[in-house]
């Protein structure tokens, strides 16, 4: 069997002290294999977010283990050097890239920077790097030489994997990446991570509370509500048959032909 290369054990995260002390993630374990695509969904404030900054270094668990390849990375990294390292190993990409992209900064220059730090590359081959992640999703020389605001949202996504892309990872984490897109624009991202995770053998933890999202990129699936994990599994299993009542509720709360939220309400 091929060993995982993420392992969620036992996680756990507690917010405040006190009265005002809150369980966002409680006791959670997954593990992805490499080149694996694992979804989570959940409704809003159920603890997805919050188990991804753990996995990332970005919030400090409360208890519970995280391991890449076998190594611990419970703790978030301490020196510039193993946070550099640890880049190599998970990255991430959010609903929406503006806020974390440097309006001032040319799109090209923002990639030429993630690629010095993660590797040492002389000026030719910095250009060639950033050219082939420009290919990888599909962004051309014009938007290369644009600034972020002279880009569309999708296009914006699209610099936005490929500087994660940038330094390499073993893991790419999709916080509800395509949400805030239109449909169309939604499909063309989604199929650009499907061709990225055939070729490079990324493998993806997929945030997002679309369940026909969560069919199309994932082959298996957690489903969390208020912070614990209640049902997981083979995608098309917890999507067609779910064992869970919140699974059940969840995708019965899809609009399509037939679908009744009066009934809906009624029942839960
Ligand atoms: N820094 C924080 N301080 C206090 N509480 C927090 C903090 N971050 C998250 N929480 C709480 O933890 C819980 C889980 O939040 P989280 O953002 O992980 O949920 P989510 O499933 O990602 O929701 P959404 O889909 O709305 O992003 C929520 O109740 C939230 O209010």
Known sequence: MTEPLLVVEHLTKTF????????????????????????????SGSGKTTTARMIIGLERPSGGRITVRGEDRTRPARSARSRRRRGRDVQIVFQDPYTS?????????CLAEVVGVHARLGR????????E??????LDDRQLAALPRALSGGQRQR??????LAADPD??????????????IQAQILNLLSDIRRERGVSYL??????????????DTIVMRHGAVVEQGPTADVLDNP???YTRLLRDSVPRTGWDPETLTARH
């Open 206 to 219: 997929f945030i997002s509370h679309d369940l026909a999202v969560i069919r199309q990129v994932t082959d």
């Open 243 to 245: 064992s869970h009542p």
């Open 124 to 131: 030719e081959e910095t250009r060639k790097r950033v050219s």
């Open 159 to 164: 610099v936005a994997i490929a500087r994660a």
């Open 101 to 109: 992209l440097d309006r001032r900064q040319r799109v090209g220059d």
């Open 133 to 138: 992640l420009a290919g990888l999703v599909g």
């Open 16 to 43: 405040g002290q006190g009265r005002a002390r809150a369980t966002a993630v409680a006791d959670v374990s997954f593990s992805l294999a490499p080149g694996g695509s694992l979804g989570i969904v959940g409704e």
């Open 171 to 184: 893991v790419l984490i999709l916080d509800e990446a395509v949400s805030a897109l239109d449909v169309s």
